[in-house]
C-alpha cells in the first residue's frame, strides 16, 4: 500500500512538471516574440532616422532570434536593395516568401531589384506573380507598367537606332 501511494504521488507530480514545464516554454516563446517586435520597431525608427548601418544591425540581431520572420528578412532585403546588393536583397525575399502572409509585397520588391538592374523580362514576371498573388496589390501594378513602359522604350530606341543605320 505505501509503494502505491508513492507511485501515484510521483505519476501526480511528473504530471505537475510537465505541465510547469509547458507554461515556461509558452512564456519563453512569449518573451522571445516581444524582444523580436522590440528589435523590428527599433530597427524602423533606425530606417526612418537614415541610421542604415544601425537598422542593418538591428535585423541582423533580429534575424539571429527568428530566422523564419518575413519582416526581418524584407528589412535586410529592403537594407540590401538601398545598398545595390542586388543578389542579396533578391535572396532575403525569396526566404521571406516562404513565411509570408503577404507574398505579393516580396514578388514586388524581388520585381523592383531586378528592374534596379535593367532586368525587365524578370521584372515583369515578378510583377505579375504578385499581381497573381493579390489582384488589389497597386505597388504590384505601378511596377509592372513602368517595367512595360521602360520595355517599350527601348524598343523605340532600337528602332529608330536601326532606322538610323539603314538610312546612311
Given amino acids: 500500500m505505501k509503494n502505491l501511494s508513492f507511485d501515484i ?3 501526480i507530480m511528473e504530471e505537475e512538471i510537465k505541465k510547469l514545464n509547458e507554461i515556461a516554454d509558452f512564456f519563453n516563446r512569449i518573451n ?5 517586435l522590440n528589435l523590428i520597431n527599433k530597427a ?4 526612418d532616422k537614415s541610421d542604415f548601418k ?8 533580429a534575424y539571429n532570434i527568428d530566422k523564419n520572420n518575413s519582416a526581418v ?11 545595390k546588393n542586388f543578389d542579396k536583397s533578391i535572396e532575403f ?4 516568401i516562404e513565411n509570408s502572409d503577404n507574398k505579393e509585397i516580396e514578388y514586388t520588391l524581388i520585381g523592383m531589384a531586378y528592374y534596379l538592374q535593367d532586368k525587365l523580362d524578370e521584372a515583369l514576371k515578378y510583377f505579375n506573380l504578385a499581381i ?37
Fill in 9 to 11: 504521488i510521483t505519476l
Fill in 32 to 36: 522571445k516574440k516581444i524582444i523580436l
Fill in 44 to 47: 524602423k525608427a533606425e530606417y
Fill in 54 to 61: 544601425e537598422g542593418k544591425n538591428t535585423l541582423l540581431e
Fill in 73 to 83: 528578412l524584407r528589412g535586410l532585403g529592403n537594407l540590401e536593395l538601398f545598398e
Fill in 93 to 96: 525575399y525569396t526566404e521571406a
Fill in 132 to 168: 497573381d498573388e493579390n489582384e488589389n496589390y497597386t505597388s504590384a501594378y505601378e511596377g509592372r507598367n513602368q517595367t512595360m513602359l521602360e520595355n517599350h522604350l527601348k524598343i523605340i530606341d532600337l528602332q529608330e537606332g536601326l532606322e538610323n543605320y539603314f538610312r546612311k
